[in-house]
């Protein structure tokens, strides 16, 4: 399992969307919540990816396609 920590940014368009949870669906990724904030024009949250090494990095390309702003907050840390 890795981890991977990051603040993800979500644009007005995205933030009634459930995002997230497509993610976890998608690429058997969870998200450890660990601060957010949601507001009416923009989101964030800070989390830790966690998963198959591969499946957590191809989780962060795909959330940048959809329009998440991705910033690694930490290098992934082998579990």
């Known amino acids: 399992m890795s981890k991977a920590r990051v603040r993800l940014t979500f644009p007005e368009h995205l933030i009634t969307e459930p995002v997230l949870a497509r993610m976890m669906r998608r690429f058997d990724v969870e998200p450890n919540i660990r601060r957010a904030n ?42």
């Open 38 to 79: 949601v507001e009416e024009k923009v989101g964030w949250i800070m989390c830790e990816l966690v998963g198959d090494g591969e499946l957590v990095e191809s989780a962060v390309a795909w959330l940048r396609d959809e329009g998440v702003e991705v910033d690694r907050l930490g290098d992934v840390v082998e579990g």
